[in-house]
């Protein structure tokens, strides 16, 4: 009997523990999400007009020949830079040397029948005025002596021709810039109506070609209006030797502003140029382009991986000072570097605690922890998702 009391008051122990167990786990509330944050800012930031283009020489020159023959030597390598005026390919000259030499005979020949007709003219004069001979005759020698000296500036003009043919067979850059590959060799018989021998383009500056809408023609022509230069800024996407891409920045000025938009398209076109000392660049790129057109003063600037779309609406959680994350909206009218530049709404303002990790299991008005311990937080990583 005394066994059986004992075994019924284990049993009951033994229940109240786990139920005290049990109870006590249920009252147990899960751990606050751990999350990362950033801090909105403001900052005046320029209004940019943002389009995509291509780069070109700003000057692209064809290089041919002048004259036919045959090609003595190549001055230059395929690829390197040259300067205006350097010597790129020689022609054989002799035979145009020799041809020089026989105009120079001929001109000297007709230089002295210029000199004796001029002579009997001027002696032949006299006797005319005094009847001698006749007016009829006189007439003939005027007549026989202006031939002679048309033939005499003919053969003047044909040594200037031979003179410039002569010069040709030296074939020099027209520019400053970069030669491309040579598409003739040394030995090669070449005609001044042949294909082209080699190309070079001008490569300090470039050109940017780009469109923007037609609705932003205003904002350009009163930016221009006011400010003189308008800047524009491209990038050009390129790798780091582990494979990683990064954007290079060039910054240049508007140069043209086409006259009319395109109808089918609804666009209009723009030219840019761009510095390139280093030549670091070539026509053909593909790059991203910035207009600037104004400064935005004082714009709330928002983490840009904090950014909840819902239904076209923008959304972000903040953290208040209970540490409880509180879901509020924005309207944002765009983006600046990493982040997103929303109008003065009341809801966000500088200073505030934005939530960038850990977003998918957030519960607003549900406490969350900091930690920004484990990761660098800062503008450069922002953006490129957990």
Known sequence: MERKKIFKVSLLTAALVIMSCSRHGTNNAPEPAKVQTMQVITKDIPVEINSFGTLSASKNVDIKAQV??????????????????????????????????????????????????????????????????????????????????????????????????????????????????????????????????ANVKEIDPLYVDFYVPGKDLFRIKNALKDKGDVKVVISVNSKKNDNSDFDVQYEGFLKFLNNEVQDTSGTVQLRGIIPNPKMDLLPGLFVSVKLIVGELKNAILIPEEGLILDNDKHYFFTVSGESMARKVSAEVIGTYENYCVAVKSGEIKSGDKIIVTGLLNLIPDEKVTIDNSSQSISPENIGHGE
């Open 68 to 197: 036919s023959g045959q090609v003595r030597k190549i001055y230059f390598n395929e690829g390197s830079c040259v300067k205006k005026g350097e010597l790129l390919i020689s022609i054989d000259d002799e035979s145009y040397k020799t041809r020089l030499r026989i105009d120079e005979a001929a001109l000297s020949q007709h230089i002295e029948d210029y000199k004796y007709q001029k002579h009997v003219l001027e002696k032949d004069e006299k006797l005319c005025r005094t009847g001698t001979i006749p007016k009829q005759t006189y007439k003939k020698m005027q007549t026989d002596f202006a031939q002679v000296e048309a033939r005499l500036k003919s053969a003047q003009a044909q040594i200037d021709l031979d003179k410039i043919n002569l010069k040709y067979c030296s074939i020099t850059s027209p520019v400053d810039g970069v030669i491309g590959y040579i598409k003739v060799d040394e030995g090669n018989i070449i005609t001044s109506s042949g294909n082209v021998l």
